[in-house]
């Protein structure tokens, strides 16, 4: 998933850059509020962990501006205070949970992951597609209760296309799964990676679930539970 | 000890006007009586002018005409006495009206003239006596002392019916300037009044400051309690701005060294050593949390406040709903739409949001917030239906920085906040079972 995340103390920053890419996630890690809102106009983002304590824009002013723009990804605030009047502000403002200083990383990962599988539709930790069953926690795919070895790439492309099933989902997109910002960017690396993918999917039962759409992008055709 | 402003001025004006009155009561008196006196005199003076203008003297006899040109002399019982006698004391003439009189008076014959006096009788009666000495009378050499009685009885009567006025006339003004007083204090407390009102205002929270338009005497104090309300507003706001810089600059740098505690505990060799900064690390922060959300917390000196309850908790359990939403909880909220408690907004969200993250958490699906008036009292209540607590650990989790449900996330410091907030405000905090199957807690404000 891409994460946008907003704190202004750089350690901080970069521990949470480093950790929640060692989870899995693409994460652009910006220091203040205006850095972030073009980032935001510029990209797709599953979910934005924001800091409260921005120095200039305040983060409950960031929200308010995300939440204007129509940017209904899901906000996850970090407090240093605690007390419930920024929880409460913070919360009405447009975010959806908030996680108070200092956390532990798994606490703050747990949080994400019930944020984005609320975010797209799924209530349990695991999405499940016919023989293929996915478990958001483990990072890990089954097919027919057998372990599919999946490169960490080709987890989040499949994750992705699973989250936002039966919707034709954009090749830029899937690129900004991978990588943040714009370098990179090879479309050719999707198409290998997508088929790399279908040839660890489909087998003799005939379950062929990613579509390419021609000039658009992937379409995964199972319904997702 | 009289505690009324008004009644002790009026008290001591009453005193001072009393004695006044008293002072001046026997002044008066005799200033009148000397006054009527002189006025006795010389009409008793004019009398024996009369009586020697009619006296004639005939062959060194002293002849009075029958008749004399002031009537009353001519008539019995009129009060108008006049005698005269000759120098060796006795008696020559008598007016008509001494004729049922008989009055004890020799004259000394001494040669001093004019003499007025007051002689007592036998039978208890006074009267004025003027005396006269004639020496010539109608050129002739003649000596008589021609005198004019009256009774002291009538200059009496007056001067006793002056008192009795008098008497009734001070009670009178003095009742007026009681009432005058009063009228006029109650004009002149009325701007005290009204501060004492604006100061109510100040308390209920309904107001800022006093206003300006009290009298001179009052600006300076008015002065004072307003720099004194906005200094103790402004130190609180910089109280709390300082206490929310501490809270971000010291617990950002705790999150950085819990992410490095983190990084520690991958590598095998220093896993307890991470665990160690771990622990050490979360104990920091939960008294940062405590000491910072207690400091900020103190209750107001001056300002009593009191916070609508029901948007407070609607915002609250939106904020909530939103962040249990996997949980789908019910909440009844059974609070009237005007309720309000006399706590100042902030410390009620603490309170409040404690106990009903509490509640949420550990709840399977209903929550209950009521609250129950009776007088003189109002009891706050937050119910669930989750596990509950057990009787013999109800007392030690509303100690400070216990918790019972370590597997839960949370700051562990709530209930110690919440017990903090509920007991700077007097209120009563208890724990019980709930009809819903979970805890129940109370909280029990006193009002006065």
Not at chain 2, 207 to 212: E, F, H, I, P
Request: hydrophobic fraction near 40%; charged fraction near 25%.
């Amino acid at each position: 998933m891409k994460l946008l995340v907003v704190e202004d103390e750089a350690l901080l920053r970069h521990h949470l850059y480093t950790r929640l890419g060692e989870s899995g996630h693409v994460v652009q890690a910006v220091a203040d509020a205006e850095e972030a809102l073009y980032q935001a106009e510029q990209y797709h983002f599953d979910l934005a962990v924001i800091d409260l304590g921005l120095p200039g824009m305040s983060g409950l002013e960031l929200i308010g501006r995300l939440r204007s723009q129509n940017k209904t990804f899901p906000i996850l605030i970090l407090t240093a205070r605690g007390n419930w009047q920024d929880k409460v502000e913070g919360l009405a403002a447009g975010a959806d949970d908030y996680l108070v200083k200092p956390f532990q990383f798994e606490e703050l990962e747990a949080r994400l992951n019930a944020l984005l599988r609320r975010s797209s539709g799924f209530t349990q930790s695991t999405i499940a597609a016919g023989p293929l069953l996915l478990d958001l926690n483990r990072k890990q795919a089954t097919l027919d209760d057998q372990p599919l070895a999946l490169t960490a790439y080709e987890y989040r492309i499949l994750e992705y296309l699973m989250r936002h099933h039966q919707q034709v989902v954009a090749k830029d997109r899937l690129m900004e799964q991978l990588y943040p910002g714009d370098e990179e960017r090879d479309p050719n690396v999707i198409e290998v990676l997508v088929g790399r993918l279908r040839r660890k999917l489909e087998g003799e039962n005939g379950f062929k679930p990613i579509d390419t759409v021609r000039g658009l992008g992937y379409l995964f055709t199972e319904r997702c539970r | 000890m009289i505690r009324s402003l008004r009644v002790r001025l009026m008290l001591a004006a009453a005193v001072l006007a009393l004695l006044f009155m008293l002072a001046l009561l026997p002044a008066l008196q005799k200033a009148f009586s000397l006054a009527l006196q002189e006025s006795i005199e010389q009409r008793l003076a004019s009398d024996v002018t009369t009586l020697i203008s009619a006296a004639r003297i005939e062959h060194g006899q002293l002849q009075m005409p029958t008749l004399l040109p002031d009537e009353r002399y001519n008539l019995p019982y009129t009060g108008l006495l006049g005698y005269i006698f000759d120098r060796d004391g006795n008696l020559v003439w008598q007016s008509r009206a001494t004729a049922d009189q008989n009055i004890n008076y020799r004259p000394r014959y001494d040669g001093r003239g004019n003499e007025f006096a007051r002689i007592h009788q036998g039978d208890g009666e006074e009267f004025f006596v003027y005396d006269v000495e004639i020496k010539l009378l109608g050129g002739q050499s003649a000596a008589y002392s021609i005198v004019a009685l009256q009774p002291v009885r009538e200059y009496q009567h007056t001067l006793d019916g002056l008192r009795e006025k008098l008497y009734l006339g001070f009670g009178a003004a003095l009742l007026a300037l009681l009432v005058l007083l009063w009228a006029g204090l109650t004009w002149g407390l009325r701007s005290l009044r009204r501060l004492s009102r604006e100061l109510d205002e100040v308390e209920a929270g309904a107001r800022d400051g006093l206003s300006r338009e009290h009298p001179r005497e009052l600006l300076r104090l008015t002065g004072s309690l307003n720099r004194l309300l906005h200094s103790e507003r402004e130190q609180r706001q910089r109280y709390r701005d300082s206490l929310d810089d501490l809270a971000h600059s010291l617990k950002t740098p705790l999150a950085v060294l819990q992410g490095v505690g983190e990084s520690l505990r991958q590598r095998s060799g220093e896993r307890e050593q991470a665990r160690v900064l771990q622990s050490q690390i979360e104990r920091m922060s939960q008294q940062i949390d405590y000491q910072l959300q207690r400091a900020s917390l103190r209750k107001s000196g001056l300002v009593r406040h009191s916070v609508q309850l029901k948007p407070l908790l609607d915002s609250l359990c939106s904020t909530l709903a939103k962040v249990y939403r996997d949980k789908q909880v019910s909440v009844a909220l059974d609070i009237p739409e005007a309720a309000q408690l006399p706590m100042e907004q902030g410390a009620l969200l603490e309170l409040l949001g404690n106990l009903l993250e509490n509640a949420y958490r550990l709840s399977l699906g209903h929550v209950r917030v009521s609250l129950e008036e009776a007088p003189g009292q109002l009891t706050l209540c937050i119910e669930d239906d989750g596990p509950g607590v057990p009787a013999d650990q109800r007392e030690r989790i509303l100690e400070r920085g216990e918790r019972l449900d370590s597997q839960h996330p949370g700051q562990g410091i709530g209930l110690a906040v919440v017990k903090d907030i509920v007991d700077s405000y007097d209120a009563g905090l208890s724990l019980g079972d709930s009809p819903l199957g979970g805890a129940a807690f109370r909280i029990t404000f006193t009002l006065d």
